[in-house]
């Protein structure tokens, strides 16, 4: 089981961490992947962390402003969110795959959690 946390409201500009945190399967082999959904709006992929951290890929709209680390003694991923725009609101999903990081493919997915940035 996945559960995202750490959305809320943050002014333009501003910055947020979400995590992930992991129960009941250890997510320590599995890619883990960042997407999100815009209100009104299909699912997107976020970024991508490998399994064991070295290698991260994001898309373009968030390359340069968001982080993807994870800490698998404590089963959890993270999301540094830096220079929010307005754009970036979305609920944000976190999910994990086997096999190699990508953008597709993935098996289990958690709960979103909410970010809305403000003009």
């Known amino acids: 089981q996945l559960q995202a946390s750490g959305g809320g409201l943050v002014q333009a500009g501003g910055s947020l961490r979400l995590s992930c945190a992991a129960s009941?399967?250890?997510?320590?082999?599995?890619?883990m992947g960042w997407f999100r959904q815009p209100p009104g709006k299909e699912r997107e992929f976020v970024g991508v962390i490998s399994w064991n951290g070295g290698t991260t890929y994001y898309a373009d709209s968030v390359r340069g402003r968001f982080t993807i680390s994870r800490d698998n003694d404590r089963n959890t991923v993270y999301l540094q969110m830096n220079s929010l725009k307005p754009e970036d609101t979305a609920v944000y999903y976190c999910?994990?795959?086997?096999?190699?990081?990508?953008?597709?493919?993935?098996?289990?997915w958690g709960q979103g959690t909410l970010v809305t940035v403000s003009s």
């Open positions: 009941g399967r250890t997510f320590s082999s599995y890619a």
């Open positions: 999910a994990a795959k086997v096999g190699v990081a990508g953008t597709q493919g993935y098996e289990y």
